[in-house]
């Protein structure tokens, strides 16, 4: 054996060796301690039904121009919105794979949302619903990044209906805007109507769902389609 293949080989060796220790790394990161949920926005989707069907492969685009098939642990929801289960950082959250969920051992979509939502809780607090403006209640925990996660704590909303069987209407317009009003509440829904559509517009990259969804019977619903974009 020649001393350039030694070479050659050695350094081969060390590249994938410090691939490997750079993935168990953060492999280390990524944990069932720090697996959440987020809710964002679908261009242009108005489903009507209160399921979680996976989104698929998805395509992204590289720095050089070439695109590439990406399938993360994304589910479409309700209206114009989907779910994405993510590892929480000190700076930044990194999007979860399928792959990621086989490695913890989560087997469907519930149990991870019941994870993700147990995580978040945990960390960044129980959600906690205060007065707002004209007679809409706002729902926050101690993350606004986050507080739009509540919008998929249903125990949270099922709790709030035995108080208003007639429902609750909300708005998810943004990650730090999570909103309700009692529908009974005439003119603080019809005021929840109108500002929906401008707290989506105004809130750029934050933003998340131009819909109004109505919570009632343990099951949602569109109250408000998003407008068409």
């Known amino acids: 054996m020649n001393s350039r293949f030694v070479s050659i080989l050695l350094s081969f060796l060390l590249v994938s060796l410090t691939d490997f220790a750079q993935t168990q790394t953060l492999q280390a990161k990524m944990t069932r301690e720090n697996f959440m949920v987020v809710v964002r926005e679908s261009i242009g989707a108005n489903r009507t039904e209160d399921s979680l069907v996976p989104t698929g492969r998805t395509k992204a685009e590289l720095p050089d121009g ?3 098939a990406l399938e993360m642990a994304w589910w ?3 209206g114009d919105t989907h779910i994405r289960f993510v590892f929480d950082g ?3 959250m ?3 794979t399928p792959r990621d969920l086989d490695r913890l051992g989560i087997t469907s979509v519930h149990e991870a949302l019941t994870l993700a939502l147990a995580n978040i809780k945990r960390v960044y607090g129980q959600p906690v619903a205060a007065p707002w403006e004209g007679g809409l209640m706002q729902v926050e925990g101690r993350s606004p990044d986050l507080d739009s996660s509540y919008f998929l704590d249903r125990s949270f909303w099922q709790d709030l209906v035995k108080k ?3 429902g609750v209407v909300v708005s998810v317009a943004k990650r730090g805007g999570l909103l309700y009003v009692p529908l009974s509440e005439s003119k603080a829904v ?3 109507k109108r500002e929906v559509t401008r707290l ?4 750029g990259s934050l933003r998340v769902s131009g819909a109004l969804f ?3 019977d343990d099951r949602w619903s569109v109250f408000q389609a998003a407008p068409k974009q």
Do not use: Q, T, W, Y
């Open 66 to 68: 070439k695109e590439v």
């Open 76 to 78: 479409d929801f309700i």
């Open 90 to 92: 000190p700076e930044s």
């Open 94 to 96: 990194r999007n979860a």
């Open 164 to 166: 208003h069987p007639e």
């Open 190 to 192: 019809e005021r929840l």
């Open 200 to 203: 989506h517009a105004s809130s």
């Open 214 to 216: 109505l919570f009632k």
